[in-house]
């Protein structure tokens, strides 16, 4: 599976951006996510979404302001992100798993890795 990020940006805080991860080859992903990098700090999870779309996961930072979505049929990943603040400035990577997933809030229970998009929250 090979997944590309787009929709990266800078944006006024308060602002809106909505990021995409298109997936391409074998694309079946049972969970797919979205986590973030900040200069200087650790990858964190930003949110994950299961296959059928029922299920979701958020971190508390982003609750209420952040949602995820996938079409399936198109093979994308979307994350909507509105009121966007200068804390939420990092480079934004979407990932994948296989067909079983442990913890949906740690990095490395993701096969798959897109090369990340930069979103610059301006105060």
């Known amino acids: 599976v090979q997944l590309q990020a787009s929709g990266g940006g800078l944006v006024q805080a308060g602002g809106s951006l909505r990021l995409s991860c298109s997936a391409s080859?074998?694309?079946?992903?049972?969970?797919m996510g979205w986590f973030r990098q900040a200069p200087g700090k650790e990858r964190e999870f930003v949110c994950a979404i299961s296959w059928s779309g029922s299920s979701t996961r958020y971190a508390d930072s982003v609750k209420g302001r952040f949602t995820i979505s996938r079409d399936n049929a198109k093979n994308t990943l979307y994350l909507q992100m509105n009121s966007l603040k200068p804390e939420d400035t990092a480079v934004y990577y979407c990932?994948?798993?296989?067909?079983?997933?442990?913890?949906?809030?740690?990095?490395?229970?993701?096969?798959?890795w897109g090369q990340g998009t930069l979103v610059t929250v301006s105060s």
């Open positions: 990932a994948g798993s296989g067909p079983e997933i442990g913890n949906w809030y740690t990095a490395r229970s993701y096969d798959y």
């Open positions: 080859g074998r694309t079946f992903s049972y969970v």
